[in-house]
């Protein structure tokens, strides 16, 4: 079936980087802990709470590849399932003392059933979104860490139906405060497309993600959080409400957080998704 092949090669990039990180010794999942002898393969220095705690900001110096499986269902009259695994590789670069450059890249994988008879079910890329955060090193001096670029929607679709045809282009921020475990914030942008399919309709969509987390010392995380999109030439709005829990581990020298949780729609468009879970694999790798 196309979604195990799927599922199947995702599992295996993973196994390749879980190797290479046990090259070097037994391969073994340990629980984090405070009181776990340092050994991150990012940041030796840092506890492991506060290694969790980064990876619930958008914009930290962190280098981390999200392997974010979902599955949401109730689109069109079968109420059919979308099955998608977004790659979302966290890369940060050094400008000078003051400055990064964080980039965020989405690269979908979608399974889409059919969802009307007479329609064919669907398998291949989406569209690729990329950001571009310039974020200062240091918080201001209220706390904030903030970070705001361009952000970028390429035509990277294989099927029509699984993409928009559009190029697309806008601007992008995040603002987040870390205090006590907490962490607590919100990352916008808008795109709009300026070249494309003229047989399509144009991109002229905002997205909204405020999100609530608290981390334990136990390197246990609990989020929830809003992906909302407005589409203001149709006047849709689509609100999931995600509740998630994760864990950081080790698997051999390699940090690795599992998160797994469900959401429900608040609003959709008609044909729109009722209800969806999520599980993500996060593998967080030496800065480069």
Do not use: C
């Not at 970028?152 to 475990?181: H, M, N």
């Not at 334990?216 to 999109?229: C, G, Y």
């Amino acid at each position: 079936m196309i979604v195990t092949k799927a599922a199947s090669l995702a599992l295996g990039l993973i196994g390749v980087v879980f190797a290479a990180a046990a090259a070097d010794g037994p391969f073994a999942v340990q629980p984090l802990t405070l009181d776990a002898a340092p050994q991150s393969a990012t940041a030796p220095s840092e506890s492991d709470e506060n290694l969790a705690m980064e990876l619930a900001n958008p914009v930290a110096d962190l280098v981390s590849v999200p392997f974010q499986f979902n599955y949401d269902e109730g689109y069109g009259p079968k109420d059919a399932g979308i099955w998608k695994l977004n790659v979302q590789p966290v890369i940060p670069f050094t400008l000078n003392d003051d400055w990064n450059l964080i980039t965020r890249t989405i690269v979908p994988v979608i399974y889409q059933e059919s969802l009307a008879t007479g329609f064919d079910s669907n398998f291949g890329l989406g569209d690729t979104v990329q950001s571009f955060f310039f974020s200062p090193k240091k918080p201001t001096s209220s706390g904030w860490i903030w970070g705001a670029g361009p952000v970028f929607s390429w035509p990277t679709a294989t099927d029509i139906a699984l993409g928009s045809g559009q190029w697309g282009a806008g601007p992008t921020f995040v603002g987040l405060r870390q205090t006590d475990g907490w962490t607590y914030g919100i990352l916008v942008n808008h795109l709009w497309s300026f070249a494309g399919d003229d047989d399509r309709s144009d991109l002229n969509v905002s997205f909204v993600q405020p999100f609530l987390s608290y981390t334990f010392d136990t390197a246990t995380t609990l989020t929830v959080q809003t992906e909302t999109t407005y589409n203001w030439d149709s006047h849709d709005w689509t609100v999931p409400i995600n509740v998630l829990a994760g864990q950081l581990v080790r698997v051999g020298k390699l940090p690795v957080s599992f998160a797994l949780g469900g959401r429900w729609y608040a609003e959709s468009p008609d044909g729109g998704p009722e209800w969806g879970v999520r599980f993500v694999t996060t593998i967080l790798l030496p800065k480069l």
